[in-house]
């Protein structure tokens, strides 16, 4: 009888943390299926992709633009309105041409140059694109009012967390690299800067929001801070995606770990930057995931531990003071003295 107390082992904290992935893993992809996400596609599909340099334009312009369209398409794709008085991002937009111009015959079967009997070129009229560009305006979505975007979950989190200053404390002292609050114009709610190696934080959010990002900042220091150059050729060149995927994940499974709640937030988070039918990144990326979310919160736990330690001596030192101030007790103290 006394065995049967052992027949099912306790848990090890690595199981803890395949079983809340395995979770994720499952939430996101009930939220892929669903007419939410379906929504969410299909007005993401409206917004057209942007070259390398409009991106660079849209960016110097109005650095914290999200989603942005003409005048006209805001009002007939989205039945939003441009907000009077708003200024246009100038941005490049391709208007090719189609032109007849003289060139070269070639054989469809060679590919090479047909020849004249005198040894020049053949020449053939052929209707050919020719690229061009004018300057168009578009405006973000924050400057526009009307009919509301879908969205696949919340822009973020409110709450607090139980022993936030401590939690906190432990974090940065699990965090190999500066922490610092900003005002961040981008609109993103945290970075990690790999040239200066460092984390920035919105200043003003929640302690919930506050401490999943730099939970997600700080998965970002441990697993991509390394120069790809640098990685052993086993190791995986990953994505911008996929990178994403994995901090969330990692940000994730350890504030699941310490019981704050992140899932709404998390799974529209990974489902946006994935965008598609499967969650590739997040399979490839599993065990890296469960490995690099244990060894943050194995260290998170040490430093709260050592913390709880620094706080219990001072708290009874306090009450050691207290009880020498104590009339009572300095008499009963003397009284035991002269026995």
């Known amino acids: 009888m006394a065995g049967k107390a052992f027949d099912k082992p306790y848990p090890s904290q690595f199981d803890k943390v395949k079983e809340i992935t395995d ?6 992809q009930a939220l892929f299926e669903s007419e939410a996400f379906k929504n969410y596609l299909k007005t993401l599909s409206k917004f057209h992709d942007y070259s390398l340099n409009n991106t660079i334009l849209i960016a110097m312009q109005k650095p914290d633009a999200t989603l942005v369209a003409g005048y ?4 007939k794709n989205f039945g939003r309105q441009v907000q009077k008085g708003e200024q246009g991002i100038r941005i490049l937009a391709p208007t090719p041409y189609k032109k007849q111009m003289e060139v070269d015959r070639v054989d469809p079967i060679t590919r090479q140059p047909i020849l ?3 040894g020049s070129t053949a020449k053939e009229l052929k209707e050919v694109m020719v690229p061009a560009f004018k300057v168009v305006n578009v405006f973000d979505v924050s400057q526009t009012d009307g009919r509301p975007l879908p969205t696949i979950g919340v822009d973020e989190l409110t709450g607090s ?7 906190f404390e432990a974090l940065k002292r699990s965090c190999p690299v500066p922490i610092g ?16 190696q460092r984390i920035a934080l919105q200043e003003g959010m929640s302690e919930v929001q506050t401490a999943k990002t730099l939970i997600h900042e700080m998965a970002h220091q441990k697993l991509h801070s390394i120069d790809p150059k640098e990685l052993p050729p086993e190791e995986p ?3 911008r995606n996929a ?6 994940s990692v940000a994730y499974t350890v504030a699941q770990h310490y ?3 992140t899932s709404d937030y998390s799974f529209a988070y990974i489902a946006g930057w994935s965008q598609g039918k499967d969650t590739p990144e997040l399979k490839a990326s599993l065990d890296r995931i469960r490995k690099a979310a244990d060894e943050m919160i194995t260290a998170i736990d040490d430093h709260i531990m050592s913390l709880q330690q620094e706080k219990a001596p001072a708290t009874s030192k306090v009450t050691h003071e207290k009880a020498d101030k104590d009339p009572y007790k300095k008499a009963h103290k003397k009284k035991e003295e002269t026995r």
């Open 237 to 239: 060149r990953l994505t």
């Open 161 to 167: 967390v139980s022993n936030y200053e401590m939690f």
């Open 23 to 28: 979770k994720l893993e499952a939430g996101i």
């Open 72 to 75: 006209t398409a805001w009002q």
């Open 243 to 248: 990178k994403e995927v994995e901090a969330e």
């Open 116 to 118: 004249n009997p005198d």
């Open 259 to 261: 019981g704050i709640e």
């Open 181 to 196: 609050f900003e005002d961040i114009p981008s609109g993103a709610k945290g970075y990690y800067h790999t040239v200066d």
